[in-house]
């Protein structure tokens, strides 16, 4: 959203409960401001954010976090502008903008809440908010399945992937697939030992870490394996077919709601081990192998939904307040 705003003219810095971020933002050529206040409690660093915004030219203030709450926008909001990026639920307060970019949303509700505050309402995934490499990562869906991305995000605690490897190796359905194996940051090192092995075992599996070119990667892919999350909407930027599955309980029913649009081929909540998703993955995936008109239809319908260009369009109707 920063470089959305940033191409667009505008003067972005950013406001922070504590320093831990600094050095990645101040890396990117942002400014930062510490409030040394506690994100838990929000409405700690009110006063102080006050100030900023009354020595602004122009103030706005786009809001990012789970612990935002009304008496926080509603104080600001006098101010500066006050827009909101999520999908937290409930009456945040005088909002000059809401931006909710999951599938599954009670628009009556919104509506009812904000309608007559004159609050701007962004709707949907064409607003999903991605770096500006996914706006030009789109291709059209390979001829065949011949390499999977396999990936679950910056953690994987039940093991999944190894144990999907592991499987997938062995279908004879799957015999003329690679993967490539993208391990989160966060993921443990026993996880992490069980797919390097897999991968020093075999020459069909190629295992990545801290990787800093998703849309690089995605493009040389032809299908996914995911956990469902920010980087689905990636893969749909890009054009990927894709096998989907919850990590948790938060994540389902937007899966179901993708799933219930032809978006993705959605294998449901992980649990508590990864053998019954593994399977029903597997499933899915040798499906999409054998049908490259399965395999386009999902990927026509989800490109439809995520173009890459959300912020952009965020940060074209923040300016225009």
Known sequence: MADALTSLGADVSFILSDSNSVELIESRGFATVVLDSDWRHIEDGTDDLCRICDGAEIPIVLVDTYSVTREYVDCLAQHAKICYLGSKGGDLGNLSLLANYSTCIDEAFYEEIYGNRGTKLLFGPKYAPLRPCFAEAYRECSAKIERVLVTTGNTDP????????????????????????????????????????????????????????????????????????????????????????????????????????????????????????????????????????????????????????????????????
């Open 158 to 321: 039940q093991g999944f992937i190894p144990a999907f490897l592991a499987s997938a190796l062995s279908d004879e359905r799957l015999s003329n697939v690679t993967f490539t194996a993208v391990v989160g940051r966060m993921v443990s090192d026993d996880v992490t030992a069980k797919v390097n092995l897999i991968g020093s075992r075999s020459s069909r599996v190629t295992v990545l870490r801290a990787v800093t070119d998703m849309a690089g990667l995605m493009s040389q892919c032809d299908a996914a394996v995911s956990a469902n999350g920010t980087t689905v909407y990636e893969l749909f930027a890009a054009g990927l077919p894709s096998v989907t599955f919850a990590m948790v309980e938060e994540q389902v029913q937007s899966a179901e709601s993708l799933a219930e649009l032809g978006a993705v081929e959605y294998c449901g909540l992980i649990g508590d081990g990864p053998h019954t998703t593994v399977a029903e993955s597997i499933d899915r995936l040798a499906s999409l192998v054998a049908s490259r008109n399965r395999s386009v239809a999902l990927a026509t319908r989800a490109h439809a939904l995520v173009d890459g260009h959300g912020a952009d369009k965020i940060a074209k109707e923040i300016l225009s307040l």
